[in-house]
């Protein structure tokens, strides 16, 4: 299956301090990024998706300006939590979406990064 | 109203046994996926199998299998000949197609079951 690579796995940041994840897919065009945050014992939530070279759209209750969003690359996108508090303490994880056509599979975005648990202390 | 209902908080299964895990879901959109993960302790989330909307005959990947009704708005996960290595959550999840609107493609996931093989 398609391939996505996240970085780092795990971190651990001071409060006020900000922190980048990044997400790449290793094999495919990801025109289309998307981005779940899961607290300890729930289920994945969409935070945002990001479409390559455009604004990312965040869901309703996601702070656009704490959460930033770039998808600059077809390859690449990053989040990073803006002056971290311990409440956003959370795993976060992405996906990824080829649009393109040229991956033979029509479900990518099944494939997630290995995610990455961050903790602020 | 929730898109992906799993009713089962939590399953025991005997090492060897079958153990069927619940997912119905809701959508107006003729065309969409549904996925199931596992997800061990170690927080990755691990594809095991896809069913399309549009697809004729159920999925199946090694020991899982998608028991697919479509009329039922059910899409239950089959794992056969339970392994202690099974024990996880896991996650049922669907993708709604180009008739939703809004952040197409995203997936909305179920609350989870927790699976206990006992040996």
């Known amino acids: 299956g398609a391939v996505v690579s996240q970085h780092p796995s795990r971190v651990i940041c001071k409060s006020g301090t900000s922190v980048k994840i990044e997400c790449r897919s290793l094999?495919?065009?990801?025109?289309?990024m998307f981005w779940y945050r899961q607290f300890p014992k729930q289920s994945l939530m969409l935070m945002a998706t990001?479409?390559?070279?455009?604004?990312?759209?965040?869901e309703q209750g996601v702070e656009k300006d704490k959460f930033l969003i770039n998808h600059a690359s077809l390859t690449l996108s990053t989040l990073t939590v803006t002056s971290a508090h311990p409440e956003d303490s959370s795993f976060y994880i992405c996906?990824?979406?080829?649009?393109?056509?040229?991956?033979?599979?029509?479900?990518?975005?099944?494939?997630f990064g290995q995610g990455t648990r961050l903790t602020v202390v | 109203a929730q898109k992906i209902t799993q009713t089962q908080p939590g399953m025991f299964v005997q090492e060897k046994e079958a153990v069927t895990l619940d997912c119905t879901y809701d959508?107006?959109?003729?065309?969409?996926?549904l996925f199931w993960y596992k997800q061990p302790s170690s927080g990755e989330m691990i594809f095991l199998i896809y069913?399309?909307?549009?697809?004729?005959q159920n999925a199946t990947e090694g020991r899982y299998s998608l028991n697919f009704q479509k009329a039922r708005k059910s899409a239950n996960l089959v794992i056969s000949a339970s392994q202690l290595g099974d024990s996880a959550m896991y996650f049922c999840?669907?993708?709604?197609?180009?008739?939703?609107?809004?952040?197409?493609?995203?997936?909305?996931f179920g609350k989870g079951t927790l699976l206990t093989v006992n040996p």
């Open positions: 959508t107006s959109d003729p065309s969409y996926g």
């Open positions: 069913q399309g909307s549009y697809d004729q």
């Open positions: 094999d495919f065009q990801a025109t289309t």
């Open positions: 999840a669907m993708r709604e197609g180009f008739y939703s609107g809004g952040s197409n493609y995203k997936l909305t």
């Open positions: 990001s479409n390559e070279g455009s604004k990312a759209t965040y």
């Open positions: 996906s990824a979406r080829d649009f393109t056509g040229r991956t033979t599979s029509s479900y990518t975005e099944a494939f």
